[in-house]
T-cell receptor
Framework: GIQVEQSPPDLILQEGANSTLRCNFS?????LQWFHQNPWGQLINLFYIPSGTKQNGRLSATTVATERYSLLYISSSQTTDSGVYFCAVKQGGSEKLVFGKGTKLTVNP | KAGVTQTPRYLIKTRGQQVTLSCSPI?????VSWYQQTPGQGLQFLFE???????NKGNFPGRFSGRQFSNSRSEMNVSTLELGDSALYLCASRQGRPLNTEAFFGQGTRLTVV
């Protein structure tokens, strides 16, 4: 099955710094989502981005489907950005999402 | 518009017991998927239901089952609980048609098996 790799696995930043999280996938996909998991476990939708670039406030994402990767940019990070960021992809006619192992982000004040 | 609602939020069960978890999708969504999250295995797909029919199934033993009702609410059941079933169980809601729509997750049910 498709493999999803996220890097880096851990990232520690000072408040105000910028960061880039990467998601590589091993096969073509027709859906890609980025999530932020809050401390209580809920997956919060950040982007639905099978291709192209989107921006939402301090966050933006780019997916280059032909090269099988996606990037999540966080600018001017805040302590509330801390948590685990997941990339998930979907193939073909299945609604199954395949998740990466996540990037754990810690933003220190 | 209400989000995805999962109940209960927390459960403690004993080995050998069975458990039923519930998920109410976003109004108008007809697809419900279930995922298990553990520290060792990460997030893994259990199954997906659309219009009361199981459309896809992940690689889990038959002790894990589910169903969907005519109002799109879904339940998953785990029988003969094992310690390794301790996990966060997440439910995802989608429109279901067309395919490739965005998935939205509930807050999860944290199951502890003792």
């Amino acid at each position: 099955g498709i493999q999803v790799e996220q890097s880096p696995p851990d990232l520690i930043l000072q408040e105000g710094a910028n960061s880039t999280l990467r998601c590589n996938f091993s096969d073509s996909v027709n859906n890609l989502q980025w999530f932020h998991q809050n401390p209580w476990g809920q997956l919060i939708n950040l982007f639905y981005i099978p291709s192209g670039t989107k921006q939402n406030g301090r966050l933006s994402a780019t997916t280059v489907a032909t090269e099988r990767y996606s990037l999540l940019y966080i600018s001017s990070s805040q302590t509330t950005d801390s948590g685990v960021y997941f990339c998930a992809v979907k193939q073909g006619g299945s609604e199954k999402l395949v998740f990466g192992k996540g990037t754990k982000l810690t933003v220190n004040p | 518009k209400a989000g995805v609602t999962q109940t209960p939020r927390y459960l403690i069960k004993t080995r050998g017991q069975q458990v039923t978890l519930s998920c109410s999708p976003i109004s108008g969504h007809r697809s419900v998927s279930w995922y298990q999250q553990t520290p060792g295995q990460g997030l893994q797909f259990l199954f997906e239901y659309f219009s009361e029919t199981q459309r896809n199934k992940g690689n889990f033993p038959g002790r894990f089952s589910g169903r969907q009702f005519s109002n799109s609410r879904s339940e998953m059941n785990v029988s003969t609980l094992e310690l390794g079933d301790s996990a966060l169980y997440l439910c995802a809601s989608r429109q279901g048609r067309p395919l490739n729509t965005e998935a939205f997750f509930g807050q999860g049910t944290r199951l502890t098996v003792v």
